[in-house]
């Protein structure tokens, strides 16, 4: 028989999204361009030609999206805040009506009695930094303090979690080293610069911070289990480098203060040897780490696949999601396992884990089935609630998505929402597996007990 699921009693339940997938109107009332609008305007980058000009329409909508969480149950809502609207040349005169619209969107979240938990940055860098550099400039760790004390100054008495990055990997490998997000560069020799400068500048904001705020702060990575394809040494070498590459690169700096020898193997010559001190900035205290769960991956070596030589194995028996992502739940209780086992008893938070499957462009009847959805959903939860139970202090868990949106190259053809949209009305209605969820949230995870 199963351990019936239990959680903490003030365990955080919550909902996630990030500014340019759900905001729309990226350039209203004074913001400026990010290397997403940039992105999105280029003719190939995104699938269909999408772009989030509107997404969901939540800089318009989000008093009724905060109703809508406050239907669900929703004790939490982390969200990003655009860079460019605080700051639309990135650095310098700050925009008033960039931060009001985030003040009331904080204020209205804490009249519904709903936790803002509050990311810094979640890739959409401000154009006009990207012409100075980017991550590529070793300034940008001073630029982003910058502005993130602009926020802290202003809204740390009413936010009481703050995130600097979101998936640092993603934006290095994604838009540095194979191209397909913005800024859409693909050089070896720039994906470890910008990496170690997204970790320069997160150590320079928790700096920052501990200077002027009074509550949380903390990272949140994305975290993907590597298991071997066979006990063949091969195997076993590269299922090393996929963990170094992904899952190490960004927390043995902030927890170790050293890079995981394995990249220096990975990148060649274009590995470069970083200064002392540069880790002593990285390794700022947290108070929390966020960890971002979606798959598995099983590793076999492959020389072909540059730079890693470390080639995927797909799993012919498994569910596997409309981004081709094996569903696979146990991952999620090792992942927050090892965790613990690697870096210690730091609070953690999932802060992302969901599933994209194919939904109707519209709503039929105000009811939107997604079974494949929800059994997930329930299958991810349980499965947290064992890693609570091996000792893990899991104290939080916001669904990835609130809404349907812009999947980012993928347009909005991946709906990962648990909140069905139809993007041609703006229309919103939860699917079941927002009632699914709520009713997790309402219950603390005990309705689950009585499907065994």
Not at 133 to 144: V, Y
Request: glycine residues 8%; aromatic residues 12%; proline residues 6%.
């Amino acid at each position: 028989m199963n351990k019936p699921i239990r959680f903490p009693a003030n365990f955080l339940w919550g909902t996630a999204t990030s500014a340019y997938q759900v905001e729309g109107a990226p350039l209203a009332d004074g913001a400026g361009h990010s290397i997403w609008t940039r992105f999105a305007a280029t003719p190939g980058r995104i699938a269909t030609g999408d772009t989030g000009d509107v997404a969901c329409d939540h800089y318009h909508r989000w008093k009724d999206d905060v109703a809508l969480m406050r239907r669900l149950g929703m004790k939490a809502y982390r969200f990003s805040i655009s860079w460019s609207r605080i700051l639309p040349r990135g650095t310098g005169a700050v925009n008033e009506a960039g931060i009001v619209f985030y003040e009331r969107l904080v204020d209205e979240l804490l009249a519904n009695g709903i936790e803002p938990l509050v990311t810094l940055y979640h890739w959409d860098l401000p154009a006009a930094l990207d012409d100075r550099g980017g991550w590529l400039n070793p300034d940008i760790a001073t630029w982003f303090a910058d502005y993130a004390r602009v926020l802290f100054e202003r809204l740390d008495g009413r936010v009481r979690f703050w995130t600097t990055l979101n998936e640092p990997w993603v934006v290095t490998d994604g838009g540095y080293l194979h191209g397909v997000l913005a800024p859409g560069h693909r050089n070896l020799f720039e994906a470890p610069i910008a990496s170690h400068n997204l970790l320069r500048a997160h150590g320079a904001a928790v700096k920052a911070y501990r200077e002027v705020g009074r509550h949380r702060i903390g990272l949140v990575v994305n975290i993907e289990p590597k298991y071997p394809a066979s006990g063949d040494p091969a195997d076993l070498a590269a299922t090393r480098r996929a963990d170094a590459y992904m899952n190490r690169q960004y927390l043995d700096p902030v927890f170790h203060g050293s890079y995981p020898p394995e990249l220096k193997d990975i990148f060649g010559e274009a590995w470069p040897d970083w200064p002392r001190e540069d880790f002593d900035l990285i390794g700022q205290e947290l108070d929390y780490i966020g960890i971002n769960y979606y798959t598995r991956s099983v590793c076999h070596h492959d020389e072909a696949n540059w730079p890693l030589k470390v080639a995927a194995v797909r799993q012919a028996q498994a569910t596997h999601t409309e981004t081709g992502w094996e569903v696979f739940p146990p991952g999620l209780t090792d992942t927050l396992v090892a965790f613990k086992e690697r870096y210690g008893d730091i609070p953690v938070y999932v802060m992302e884990n969901g599933s994209a499957f194919y939904d109707p462009p519209r709503a039929e009847g105000g009811r939107v089935r997604d079974p494949l959805r929800a059994d997930c959903l329930k299958k991810h939860v349980a499965a947290l609630a064992a890693a609570v139970e091996q000792g893990v202090d899991v104290r939080g868990y916001t669904v990835w998505s609130l809404l349907d949106n812009l999947e980012w190259s993928l347009g909005f053809a991946k709906r990962f929402g648990i909140v069905h949209v139809n993007f041609e009305t703006g229309e919103r209605t939860p699917k079941d597996s927002a009632l699914l969820y709520a009713n997790i949230a309402l219950t603390n995870g005990a309705c689950l007990n009585d499907e065994e």
